[in-house]
Nanobody
Framework: QMQLVESGGGLVQAGGSLRLSCAAS????????MGWFRQAPGKEREFVAT????????YYSDSVKGRFTISRDNAANTVYLQMDSLKPEDAAVYYC????????????????????WGQGTQVTVSS
C-alpha cells in the first residue's frame, strides 16, 4: 500500500498563489507517475496535471496550463502543485494520486488508471 497525504490548501484571493504538497510513503516513489485531480461541488473529479517518475515529462489540462506547475522531489518522496493566478473556478478539493509506471516517460491523465489516492485538500478562491 502507498499512503498519500496532501497539504497546502486554504483560502486565497483571486490572482493569488498556493503550493500544494503530497507526501508519499509505503512504496518506492520512483516507481510511480503522479497526478493531481480536483473536484468542485456538484461536479465530477477532473484531471489537473501529471508528472513522470523523473519529473521530466509533464502534462496539464487546458484549464490550468500556463498557471499551474507540477513537480516532484524524489529524495523527499513528495509531489507539488504550484498554483498561480488562481481563479474562483479553481476552487475544489485537490487530490494527488499515484500510478505505477509502465515506460520510461510514462504519464497518465485517466483517473481510472491511478492506484492510490490521497484524502484531498480544500482550495478556496475568493473573488
Amino acid at each position: 500500500q502507498m499512503q498519500l497525504v496532501e497539504s497546502g490548501g486554504g483560502l486565497v484571493q483571486a490572482g493569488g498563489s498556493l503550493r500544494l504538497s503530497c507526501a508519499a510513503s509505503g512504496h518506492a516513489f520512483i516507481n510511480f507517475a503522479m497526478g493531481w485531480f480536483r473536484q468542485a461541488p456538484g461536479k465530477e473529479r477532473e484531471f489537473v496535471a501529471t508528472v513522470s517518475w523523473n519529473g521530466l515529462n509533464t502534462y496539464y489540462s487546458d484549464s490550468v496550463k500556463g498557471r499551474f506547475t507540477i513537480s516532484r522531489d524524489n529524495a523527499a518522496n513528495t509531489v507539488y502543485l504550484q498554483m498561480d493566478s488562481l481563479k474562483p473556478e479553481d476552487a475544489a478539493v485537490y487530490y494527488c494520486a499515484a500510478v505505477r509506471i509502465t515506460s520510461y516517460s510514462y504519464i497518465e491523465i485517466k483517473e481510472s488508471s491511478y492506484e492510490y489516492w490521497g484524502q484531498g485538500t480544500q482550495v478556496t478562491v475568493s473573488s
